[in-house]
């Protein structure tokens, strides 16, 4: 089960970080990985990563804003946002795939999702 959190509306420019706290999962060799949704729009991979913390992905409209850790003490993982635009508005979706070494980016990929928390940013 994943539970997301920590979702809210934020001026841009601001920050925000989500939590999604992972049980009854291998936590340790999962791919984890976190999508969004904004309305009108497919869900899109931001983030993912493997058991190997030497690769991470980040979709290019994040990349140097976001970053994706996990801390396997609390099998949790988190999203740092910052600098966030009215373009990041969207619901983040945390998920959790079988044992990878690297990142994985496709929806199919992953077979445990959370239940999504709502990011808003005003401009």
């Known amino acids: 089960q994943l539970q997301a959190s920590g979702g809210g509306l934020v001026q841009a420019g601001g920050s925000l970080r989500l939590s999604c706290a992972v049980t009854?999962?291998?936590?340790?060799?999962?791919?984890l990985g976190w999508f969004r949704q904004a309305p009108g729009k497919k869900r899109e991979i931001v983030a993912g990563?493997?058991?190997?913390?030497?690769?991470?992905y980040y979709a290019d409209s994040v990349k140097g804003r976001f970053t994706f850790s996990r801390d396997t003490a609390s099998n949790t993982m988190y999203p740092q946002m910052n600098n966030l635009k009215p373009e990041d508005t969207a619901v983040y979706y945390c998920?959790?795939?079988?044992?990878?070494?690297?990142?994985?980016?496709?929806?199919?990929?992953?077979?445990?999702w959370g239940q999504g928390t709502q990011v808003t940013v005003s401009s």
């Open positions: 998920a959790a795939g079988p044992d990878s070494r690297t990142y994985k980016t496709r929806e199919f990929e992953y077979d445990q």
């Open positions: 009854g999962y291998p936590f340790g060799r999962s791919a």
């Open positions: 990563m493997g058991w190997s913390p030497s690769r991470i």
